[in-house]
């Protein structure tokens, strides 16, 4: 069984910064999702199963960044200069993977984390 636990998030000012989490139980291509209240799960970013490649959602790029110690099995995900509306609940996934390929689609995932909330005031 697939274990994903994340951690970091919080109430942060807008323009802040909070690292979020996920530990893994093993290696995985990975990715990050939010779902904001009464909104559908997004996709936010993803990186490969060796971290070479990642790729990101339009709203974010520039401002987050996905990075993973494979050592660790964990996956971080870096959000700088944070707005209201990054405000959401936000999800690790994970999935087997080949190599240097990202995932998007999260019907592409197999395993979710419990989610992290993560609040940006105005």
């Known amino acids: 069984q697939v274990q994903l636990v994340e951690s970091g998030g919080g109430l942060v000012q807008a323009g802040g910064s909070l690292r979020l989490s996920c530990a893994a139980s093993?290696?995985?291509?990975m990715g990050w999702f939010r779902q904001a209240p009464g909104k559908e799960r997004m996709f936010v970013a993803a990186?490969?199963?060796?971290?070479?490649?990642?790729y990101y959602a339009a709203s974010v790029k520039g401002r987050f960044t996905i990075s993973r110690d494979n050592a660790k099995n964990t996956l971080y995900l870096q959000m700088n200069s944070l707005k209201p509306e990054d405000t959401a609940v936000y999800y690790c996934?994970?999935?087997?993977?080949?190599?240097?390929?990202?995932?998007?689609?999260?019907?592409?995932?197999?395993?979710w984390g419990q989610g992290t909330q993560v609040t940006v005031s105005s």
């Open positions: 996934a994970a999935r087997r993977g080949y190599s240097d390929r990202y995932y998007v689609d999260e019907n592409e995932y197999d395993y």
């Open positions: 990186i490969s199963v060796t971290g070479a490649t990642t």
């Open positions: 093993g290696r995985y291509a």
